[in-house]
DNA sequence: ATGAAAGCGCTAACAT
DNA sequence: ATGTTAGCGCTTTCAT
């Protein structure tokens, strides 16, 4: 049986070139004339070293392409678990939740891997909380982070710290891009605002022209808003002549976007996306129009509002985030680095953009 | 140190509560009052092992909640490796490359398991390839199987014969019910026909009724085919009033759709849903049509005609599966169970229905 | 039928 | 600075 696995004598020879399988930290150790101990420590720079030697295991081990075994090392790590920490705000809408969920998820996998998942919430409307969660978190001794902080400076700052301790940290759903963080898990919004735009182009195609189409969002100052309504803007452009974008800006809040959709003449409004910002405001003026039926609606996300209009008619689609992915895969990518050194291909891996309409009332709300 | 791992004396002391973290085949070995050989050889029903002695301790596994720890038994599946056999129809469309990549996928997480993929190709074209596929595929000794087989008695036959032999089977893309496989890795093609009938509804809207659609498929004696004309006509009763759907076979090839579709009264139509079968010569037929621009069409897949018409707008939009997931989940299923015995909650593992347009072309084709 | 021991690859504690 | 050893949980000879 020349497969077989021939453990034990062979005194070193059995043919020259017999490199079985995958190298091993004990064979760099014999190339090198060393010990397995060396050649560890050497390999993970933890000190103690000769240089010349730590640099001849290096190059051997990039000859004989090494990469550490995930199976070892992970049952070594049962020795002392570790942890990772993942810190989310908490807010009213129950997106973080389908976040969460997703984090369970993920964390399932690499729970017999020795390493373990703890999400941290922090409250959003408090000025410091996301930088006291975090440093909480590297106080405690975690070994990655995965997290949806706010964009602040100081956030960043400290986020910033924790990388150059040597942290592993991976941002999702929305990045602090000079933070130094090892990737970003998210949508593209401009993507999803340019497939709103063609979905509503091809729903609104027989309308009357000029026609005119309403976008609403929070406040154009913020990047992230202003990323869907770019997209939409360039979308429509693209798929339909003789048709405007009015942005409208309602602060995010209820009277903010019905005063602003207010003063809005409804002559010719064939469709609103709104991108953020109160759907139940949108809902109730566009009832007041002298022709509700005929006015498209696309929103985001799946709110309970958003469903109720699908389900009653007055919301055709809804532009979502896979929530799921967004929890699973930043816990996925700490834990392969943790395990094997490895880092995302791409600093940005993008979450899908789903379209969904009143067929997703049929699917039991996230994770049934 | 209460917290080292006691391998020794401990004669039972050390206070009586103090199972440490998850129950091992050690611990149980030690409260049965056997050895660890024992534990596995009941546990695993290796035979040689006193039917009263195994009883006892697969009771105190259960009491002890015990469930193998996947990163030991990776490590020793390092010994010997194992393989998963993937069996695809080597088909003329890239479909079924899409899924190998989400196999390659799938399987990377695995590699250094001791579980390794292995793609094996068979020609659906003759009779009985599959099933000599899948017997080589289990003469080889594969751990476990993953397939997309025809739907004939013979293949099922072939199937069952693997599942009893105890492999592990999944199907994917398309199921073989009584197969006896422990999953199916697969689309709800009603559901998309559902979905499609909803983004026509909301794209002909504004049309003129009585409304006429048509319902392209290839053979609706074959289930596959039935199920998303099914949905669709189901959809289209549900979203819009005064339409009706007529269903054209075109039992998939290019002149048997041209000459179906030829013999249509374009008067009316406003609408063509390609459930399966040449798109091409809808396309064609379409251009003859005295309208062709107020045709809405809606196809399924990611075929290069389709990226075509998506481009140019003679298609609106197409359904897609999620080609790797249903390449990468099957793996995932079987390596989870090699490694856990767990198996999936559902049977049914449903990948999601995506609706893309030519935001889609955006978009390199699947992994750039 | 059962027990004892070795070993998968890696790392931390303990020598030297 | 380097080597040695034990052990993570599981399986598999090889004894008994």
Known sequence: MPGSSA???????????????????K????????????????????????????ARIRTIANELGYSPHRA????????????????????SSDFFSQIERGVADGAGAFEDMGIHTHVRWFDPSR?????????????????????T????????????????????????????????????????????????????????????????????????????????????????????????????????????TLSALEAIDPEGVVGAYAATGSIRALLEVRERWPEPK???????????IVREGLLDGRIDFTILQDASAQGSEPVRLLAEHLLSGTRPANEWVRTPVIIAGATLLEVPPPEA
Request: aromatic letters at 4%; a neutral charge.
């Open 149 to 256: 902080g706010p964009q602040t400076p100081g956030a960043v700052a400290s986020v910033r710290t924790a990388v150059e301790s040597g942290l592993p940290v991976v941002t999702t759903n929305s990045d602090l891009p000079s933070s130094g963080r090892m990737a970003f898990v998210g949508q593209d919004l401009y993507q999803s605002g340019v497939v709103a735009a063609e979905l509503m182009g091809k729903m609104t195609r027989r309308a009357i022209r000029p026609a005119r189409l309403i976008a609403l969002t929070g406040n154009l100052t913020f990047q992230a808003h202003r990323d869907r309504i770019d997209g939409f803007a360039a979308g429509i452009g693209r798929w339909m002549d003789g048709t405007t974008v009015e942005v409208v800006e309602g602060q995010d809040r209820y009277d903010g």
């Open 72 to 91: 070892a090392k992970a049952l070594r790590l049962n020795h002392d678990p570790v942890e990772i920490a993942v810190i989310l705000p908490r807010t």
């Open 127 to 147: 000025e410091d909380a996301f930088i006291r969660t975090l440093e909480e978190a590297v106080a405690d001794g975690c070994a990655g982070i995965a997290l």
């Open 294 to 304: 005929s006015v498209r609606v696309i929103t985001n996300d799946d709110l309970p």
């Open 27 to 54: 064979q760099i150790a014999e190339v090198a004339g060393v010990s397995r101990g060396t050649v560890d420590r050497a390999l993970n720079n933890r000190g103690d070293v000769n240089e010349s030697v730590a």
């Open 7 to 25: 453990g034990g004598d062979t005194a070193g020879e059995r043919g020259p070139r017999t490199r079985r399988g995958r190298p091993t930290i």
